[in-house]
């Protein structure tokens, strides 16, 4: 299932950059960035669990924001995008 990712993080402290940094790190373990603070991301349900587990132990409840979208098995058909895309599919193989 491909999930939208979302976070707003209060970075106004050193302690709040380094959520935003160890965020974004996390983040990147489990999906594309699609913008500075958006991520998509292929997952199955237990990864999704694990991503939200992690994700949540970073925030800090009090100051900072973090969202899931799940848009489903065919979600990236219903992307409606403008401008400039990265030509990367978040769900086809990595071959490195």
Do not use: W
């Amino acid at each position: 299932m491909l999930y939208l990712v979302s976070y707003d993080v209060s970075t106004s402290t050193p302690a709040g950059r380094r959520r935003l940094h160890r965020i974004a790190k996390v983040c990147e373990n489990f999906g594309v960035r699609v913008q500075n603070s958006v991520f998509e991301c292929a997952l199955e349900y237990d990864g999704f669990l694990t991503l939200k587990a992690q994700l949540g132990g970073i925030i800090d409840p009090q100051q900072d924001s973090l969202r899931f979208y799940p848009l489903g098995r065919h979600g990236r058909e219903k992307v409606v995008h403008l401008g400039v895309e990265r030509a990367f599919d978040v769900e086809a193989p990595l071959i490195l």
